[in-house]
C-alpha cells in the first residue's frame, strides 16, 4: 500500500513540475486523416485539430505526447 502512495506522490510532482515550467506544444495538422484509422481520426479530433493547417497549443506532458505519436505522420510539433 505504501508502494502505491509514493508513486501517486511521484506522479502527482512530475506533472506539478511540467505545469509549472509552462513548457507548451504547438500542433499543425498537416495532412488530413481520411483514409486512416478511427483511432487516428478520433485522435486528432481529440486534440482538437478540425481542419488542415489548424494549430494549436497543448501542454507538454506525457498524455499529448502519446496522442501526437500516435499521428505523427499527420502532424507538424513546435516546442514553445
Given amino acids: 500500500m505504501a508502494t502505491k502512495v509514493k508513486s501517486a506522490e511521484k506522479l502527482a510532482r512530475k506533472q506539478e513540475r511540467a505545469q509549472s515550467s ?5 500542433v499543425t495538422l ?16 481529440a486534440l482538437g485539430l478540425l481542419k488542415i493547417n489548424a494549430v ?14 500516435k499521428v505523427q505522420h499527420l502532424v507538424k510539433v513546435e516546442e514553445i
Fill in 22 to 26: 509552462g513548457r507548451k506544444l504547438r
Fill in 30 to 45: 498537416v495532412k488530413s486523416s481520411i483514409g486512416c484509422a478511427t483511432s487516428q481520426k478520433r485522435t486528432v479530433k
Fill in 56 to 69: 494549436i497549443e497543448h501542454p507538454d506532458n506525457q498524455s499529448v505526447r502519446g496522442m501526437i505519436f
